[in-house]
Structure formats: C-alpha cells, structure tokens
C-alpha cells in the first residue's frame, strides 16, 4: 500500500528547482540554498589526463560526487581520456575550488569548469 504517493521528479534548471521548493513550503530564504543542490548534472570532459582524472575524481568523491573514468587510468596506459563528472550543481562548484588548489593543468580544468558552471540557470 503506498500511503505516500512516491515519484521521481525531473529537476533540470534552477527555476524548476527553486518552484519545486517552493511548491513544498520551504522558508524563502532557504530556496537559493537548496535549489543548486536539488540539479543533478553530468558533465563530459574530453582530453583530460589520466593522471588529471585520478585527482579530479578523488576530489569528487570527496564531495559526495562521482567521476567516471577509463579502467586504464590507474595503470596510466591511455593518455588522454573523456571522464564524465556527476554531481549537483553545488558540488560541482564545490570541486571548482578544490581543483584551484593543484597544479596549473588542473587549474586550467577548473578554470573551464567555472566558466561553464556559469551557464546553468
């Protein structure tokens, strides 16, 4: 007996996320809060090194994210890859500022990073 009335939602954009907290009652200060969290996105990145990757996606995990990467990334036998990095848009921010914090190669992934987290309205 589902007493609940359980379903998934699509939430895609803030605008969805923001009327979809609001159709709950939240409190209007915790709407800008909670609507990045509540965006899930995957984002593929091309030509990034495997060594990249590694630190990438323990700096994701870190974050309660996920990245996927090659099988060969540990043995560093492909070089470069696409890896896909999943995550809300908070942690995806989030990563942003970790990645800041290593070499220039990554910081230039971070760079570019930022500038397309931008895009997500």
């Known amino acids: ?12 954009s803030f605008s969805a996320a923001k009327k979809e907290i609001e159709k709950v009652g939240s409190d209007p200060n915790s709407i800008d809060i909670m609507a990045p969290k509540a965006i899930f996105k995957i984002i593929k990145l091309d030509h990034v ?26 043995e560093l036998q492909k070089n470069p890859a696409a890896i896909l990095v999943m995550g809300t848009v908070t942690q995806h921010r989030e990563l942003v500022g970790k990645l800041q914090r290593h070499y220039p190669r990554i910081k230039a992934i971070a760079a570019e990073l930022a500038v397309f987290l931008e895009k997500i309205s």
């Open 49 to 74: 090194v495997l060594q990249d990757a590694i630190i990438i996606k323990q700096d994701m995990l870190s974050l309660g994210g996920e990245v996927a990467i090659p099988r060969e990334a540990f």
């Open 1 to 12: 007996m589902a007493a609940h009335n359980l379903r998934f939602i699509s939430i895609d």
